[in-house]
C-alpha cells in the first residue's frame, strides 16, 4: 500500500462533564477515520450510562462520510469510560490500544479482586500496539508510540504531522499527567515526554483532557515546539530530576479522580460491563479503604 503525504483532517468534541477530547481522525482522500479517546455518557449518582457525547461523534462521522477503521485508546483512562463498544456496534472499526494494558489489568484485576473470568492477556481489544508498529487509517501511515509513566499502557499515535498524546502532556500552562496511579512513574513520564519533544517543532499535538486554567476556554491542540518553550513542568532546560522532585510533590496534593472507580473497571475490559449477575444486572465494586 503506498502512504498517503497528505496530513490527517482531525475534528474534536470536548465533554464538558469530565473534561475529555474525542478526535475524529481522517484521511481526506479515502475518508477512512480513526476515533480516538471516545466517552460514555456515566451518572455516578444513578450509576447509568447515557450515549449523548458519543451520538455527537456518531452524527459527524455519518453527515461527512466516513468510514471507522479503528476505534483507539490512548490508555485505560481513570476519569472516563469509554465509548468504544457502542461506538463499534454502530459503526464498525476495531479497537486498539498500547499491548501494556496487559499490566493494568493485572494490576487492578487484583485491586479491585475481579473474579477468575477476567482475562489480563488483553483478549477484550481488537489490537494490542507493539512500541514502533505501523499501520494504517485509510493511506496514512500511522505508527504507535509508548509513552508511559501516567499509565504504564499510555501511547501515542503519529498519525501523519500530529501526535494523539493522550494524557502525557497537557496545554503548556497546565504542564503534565500525574503520576501517582498503580504503575505510574514520573521518570518514565519525563523520558516519554522527551521523545514527543524530539519530534519536529512544528508537530500537532492533540490532547485528551483540558482543564482550564484560569477559566479560559477549553484548547486541546498545541505543538512540539510550544510545549518546549512553554510548558509549565516540563519546558526546555528541566532536568529529569527536578521534574520528578516537582511530579511527586503535586502528586501528593492531589484526590483520586472522582469517576476512577467506574471507569477502570470498565475501560481495562475495553468497555464492556462486568458479567451480569443472576439478576441480569452488572455491578461494579468499591474497594474500601484501599485507594488513597
Not at 479517546?37 to 455527537?56: I, M, Q
Not at 494490542?128 to 499509565?151: R, Y
Not at 490532547?207 to 479560559?216: A, I, K, Q, S
Amino acid at each position: 500500500m503506498t502512504v498517503s503525504v497528505t496530513n490527517p483532517e482531525v475534528h474534536s468534541f470536548f465533554d464538558e462533564a469530565t473534561s475529555t477530547i474525542t478526535h475524529i481522525v481522517s484521511d481526506p482522500g479515502s475518508k477512512c477515520c480513526a476515533i480516538i479517546d471516545s466517552v460514555l455518557d456515566y451518572n455516578p449518582a444513578a450509576g447509568r450510562t447515557s450515549h449523548v457525547s458519543a451520538d455527537k461523534v456518531i452524527q459527524y462521522i455519518e453527515d461527512n462520510g466516513l468510514l471507522v477503521e479503528w476505534i483507539l485508546e490512548t490508555h485505560a483512562h481513570a476519569d472516563h469510560l469509554t465509548a468504544a463498544p457502542y461506538l463499534k456496534s454502530m459503526l464498525g472499526g476495531s479497537v486498539g490500544i498500547g499491548k501494556n494494558i496487559t499490566v493494568v489489568q493485572q494490576t487492578f484485576g487484583s485491586i479491585f479482586n475481579l473474579d477468575k473470568s477476567f482475562s489480563t492477556d488483553g483478549s477484550q481489544f481488537d489490537h494490542l500496539f507493539s512500541d514502533q508498529e505501523e499501520f494504517f487509517i485509510g493511506d496514512l501511515g500511522c505508527k504507535a508510540i509508548e509513552t508511559p509513566g501516567h499509565t504504564p499502557a499510555c501511547v501515542t499515535y503519529l498519525i501523519g504531522d500530529c501526535a494523539f498524546v493522550g494524557d502525557t502532556l497537557f496545554m503548556p500552562d497546565y504542564g503534565s499527567a500525574r503520576c501517582d496511579f498503580p504503575g505510574g512513574d514520573a521518570s518514565r513520564l519525563y523520558q516519554s515526554v522527551s521523545k514527543l519533544l524530539s519530534l519536529p517543532a512544528d508537530t500537532r499535538l492533540f490532547l485528551c483532557h483540558d482543564y482550564m486554567p484560569g477559566g479560559r476556554e477549553p484548547m486541546w491542540q498545541t505543538t512540539v515546539g510550544q510545549q518546549k518553550a512553554l510548558n509549565i513542568h516540563i519546558h526546555s532546560g528541566v532536568t529529569e530530576e527536578e521534574f520528578i522532585a516537582m511530579r511527586t510533590a503535586r502528586d501528593a496534593t492531589l484526590n483520586v479522580p472522582g469517576l476512577l472507580i467506574p471507569s477502570i473497571q470498565v475501560n481495562i475490559r475495553s468497555g464492556d460491563m462486568p458479567l451480569p449477575e443472576e439478576n441480569g444486572v452488572s455491578y461494579l465494586k468499591v474497594p474500601i479503604n484501599l485507594l488513597d
